[in-house]
């Protein structure tokens, strides 16, 4: 019958789920072969621990998918604020041996176990928070103006300073530019005037032209080091502009990271043959693993999908009436993206080393449950898309019973 409820399973989008599924089992070979070659007495606790946060995640992902978007409306301060108080805790609980070897302060720490980076979790937060507010705001000014557009910027600005502070503080630099990706394509879609955005990239890129004049003047680095820029954010810059001029000391990781993915070739040497030492290869350099283990092919295999995941994840944003739902949908994507174009980035050289960790595929739990709940969100206006489908047909047909 046409006015047949489709099934619970029926309304689950298998064709985000797949691409996901595939990259966590990328991740978690491209782990075991790093682990295997750098900490083999350690194998067996790393893998459990990447399993049990897959495990967390999906499960968070599935509660997460049930959610209506009003459940979501309604929860959205309540998430903002929990993460601003949880952005506090490593300025209080931190180890100093991670944080002299890391340059940040950005993880909870107690004692000597490592808990989690509770800036990931905001990332999803800032999503929704700004999702709700374009929404909101956009009810409220039916008409559109300069003004009305530099008020819903003041909006993101005070949602996104008290972040930006905390950040600070921590001095997690490669972070705060991914909540800036998330607000870049939320004004994009916002409708604010081009009057505005286009001058704003212009004085942005300004910025970065005087910054790397700066940089590369004489004493330019000394002088930004006195001006408060923290010297492994400089190591990071030199290290990038010439990495093999300090292949020996803070460029060790980049070029050894380039070498390991050009040694991969077309096929790569095989399946756990790893040649070269690159330090943290099983997080922030995974890539390196997949490129020199599985080659170009590896490699682009994994590019694809990524690109399947985020062309399924907008095909789904079309999809959907809900304005708050497009919205945390955009977010989410500029999120990802960021994170594939840096991690990678970074990893062949063509932008520096910020620690930014590859989607789905570098150890860590805080990031991996994270993203699982970004999926969740696209799965929940999924499985919304179809419940509002089915109402409507229903709706059609009880027009047409009263009508006969």
């Known amino acids: 019958m046409a006015g047949k409820k489709r099934s619970f399973d029926s309304r689950v989008d298998y064709s985000v789920i797949l691409p996901t599924f595939f990259l966590l089992l990328i991740g978690l070979v491209a782990i075991y072969i790093a682990t295997a070659n750098d900490y083999p007495h350690n194998v067996a606790n790393v893998m459990t621990q990447q399993v049990v946060w897959i495990g967390l995640g999906s499960f968070i992902a599935f509660i997460v998918m049930l959610f209506s978007a009003e459940v979501l409306w309604k929860l959205t301060p309540f998430f903002y604020v929990l993460g601003l108080g949880l952005m506090i805790l490593p300025l209080i609980f931190y180890s100093p041996e991670l944080v002299a070897s890391t340059g940040a302060k950005n993880w909870v720490t107690i004692g000597s176990v490592t808990l989690f980076q509770p800036s990931e979790f905001m990332k999803i937060s800032y999503i929704l928070v700004l999702a709700k507010t374009t929404v909101w705001f956009q009810q409220k000014v039916r008409q559109t103006s300069f003004k009305q557009d530099f008020q819903l910027l003041g909006l993101y600005a005070l949602l996104t300073l008290p ?216 799965l929940s206006m999924s499985y919304q898309n179809i419940l509002s489908q089915e109402n409507e047909i229903e709706k059609s047909l009880s027009r047409r019973r009263r009508n006969n």
Do not use: C
């Open 163 to 378: 972040i930006m502070v905390l950040l600070g503080l921590q001095k997690d630099f490669g972070t705060a530019m991914v909540f800036m990706a998330i607000l870049a394509g939320t004004v994009l879609l916002s409708g604010v005037s081009w009057w505005i955005i286009l001058p704003v990239i212009g004085l942005a890129a300004l910025a970065v032209g005087i910054f790397m004049t700066v940089f590369l003047m004489p004493n330019g680095k000394e002088w930004l080091y006195q001006l408060g820029m923290d010297t492994y954010q400089i190591n990071r810059i030199s290290a990038w502009l010439n990495p093999f001029d300090f292949s020996e000391s803070i460029a060790y990781q980049q070029t050894q990271g380039m070498i390991s993915i050009g040694s991969g070739g077309l096929t790569g040497k095989g399946f756990s043959v790893i040649d070269l030492a690159v330090p943290v290869r099983e997080s922030d350099m995974i890539f390196t693993v997949i490129a020199e283990d599985f080659g170009f092919i590896g490699s682009a295999s994994v590019l694809a999908l990524y690109l399947l995941l985020i062309y399924r994840m907008l095909r789904v944003t079309f999809a959907s009436n809900n304005r708050f739902y497009t919205y945390i949908s955009t977010g989410f994507i500029m999120m990802i993206l960021f994170h594939i174009f840096e991690n990678i980035g970074a990893a062949i050289g063509i932008l520096p080393l910020t620690g930014i960790p590859l989607p789905f595929i570098s150890q860590g739990g805080s990031s991996l449950i994270t993203n699982l709940i970004g999926v969740g969100l696209i």
